[in-house]
């Protein structure tokens, strides 16, 4: 049986810290085994809130793509690209918005949550409000029937599905319409407690060198009742806790009850903490180290992966300019 499609992607945002590897990327790697897989450097996408400055997008277009790879994703089984270098994607992106009528994307919740959240960066521009448009189309020219998303991605998803349905009506059918596949992946807090994020300093990345992990893990917030290794602990409340949860849930019962009866003191289970982590790295900074010493390897994996999902995006126009006599 011939496997299904995936398109799934990421702005580039430079290193890539835990939080996305949790969240997506270690999900992506397992993909590779049942789905054929295309994964896009999301370079356009970036200019819809960054336009401003773009000088590091080349660096963190690399950079990424060094924990895509350290991390597992494989240029042999998957096609690894950049947005940019497949054309396809802005002529798609230009035609579907000849049919997307306004409406549908004024009501989009993110685009009013986020005008909201970056209140203090210009964003009131066409190419922000129509990047739901240009997501169509990165999913519609692969004819990709499956997308995996979060629960918050879902009305950008449905979205690619009306119009997906309404070229199909309009013209003749030529696209899928791309299905969710809903993945329950951990949602890892800063070590401050907070939302991970950069912005706020409080990231453990992919490429972190084990003394900065440790140093990291020790600084993690616990239970703040807790003073003693006696004191009956809670773990719900616990950073380090959630990070055994979304790491090593194998762990987690033993965890949990030696916490609650005081029997591990916050020293001790951060330091196995951070032993666990270092094992999930250690291959990503070895392979990391590996990548750093291979001049051009990463461009070279950009532009094998543009030439297997152009001819794709190519035929798909094809049908497309076809469909609508042009
Ligand atoms: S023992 Fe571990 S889980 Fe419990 S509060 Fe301390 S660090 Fe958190």
């Known amino acids: 049986m011939a496997k299904g499609r995936i398109l799934s992607g990421n702005r580039p945002t430079g290193k890539l810290h835990l939080g996305n590897f949790a969240g997506a990327l270690a999900n992506w790697v397992k993909l590779q085994d049942d789905y054929e897989c295309f994964f896009m450097v999301a370079d356009w996408h970036a200019l819809t809130t960054g336009y401003e400055d773009t000088s590091e997008l080349k660096n963190y277009t690399r950079q990424m793509l060094i924990d895509w790879l350290s991390a597992g994703l494989d240029p042999e089984r998957s096609a690894i690209f950049r947005q940019s270098d497949v054309k396809e994607h802005a002529e798609l992106h230009l035609l579907l918005s000849m049919i997307t009528p306004l409406g549908w994307l004024e009501r989009c919740p993110t685009y009013k949550e986020q005008l909201q959240q970056l209140s203090g960066k210009s964003i009131t ?128 019962d033993g965890r949990r009850q030696e916490c609650e009866a005081g029997k591990i003191g916050c020293v001790a289970c951060k330091k196995e903490l951070a032993n666990v982590l270092l094992e999930i790295l250690g291959p990503i900074h070895e392979r990391r180290h590996e990548l750093e010493a291979q001049p051009g390897f990463v461009e070279s994996v950009l532009e094998e992966g543009a030439a297997k999902a152009r001819p794709i995006a190519v035929q798909t126009m094809t049908e497309v300019r076809e469909a609508m006599r042009i």
């Open 125 to 252: 521009n066409y190419g922000f409000l129509g990047y739901p448009v240009l997501m169509a189309a990165d999913i519609l020219v692969y004819k990709a029937d499956t997308v995996p998303v979060g629960e918050d991605q879902l009305p950008h998803l449905e979205l690619a599905r009306e119009i997906a349905r309404r070229f199909n009506y309009l013209y003749t059918p030529v696209f899928l319409e791309p299905q969710a596949k809903l993945s329950q992946v951990p949602i890892l807090p800063g070590i401050d407690g907070r939302k991970m994020s950069k912005s706020y300093g409080n990231t453990i990345a992919l490429s972190d060198p084990p003394e900065k992990v440790r140093e990291k893990v020790n600084a993690m917030v616990t239970d703040p009742q807790r003073i003693r290794k006696s004191d009956p602990g809670h773990p719900d409340v616990c950073t380090v806790y959630a990070y055994y949860k979304g790491l090593a849930p194998e762990l987690i």
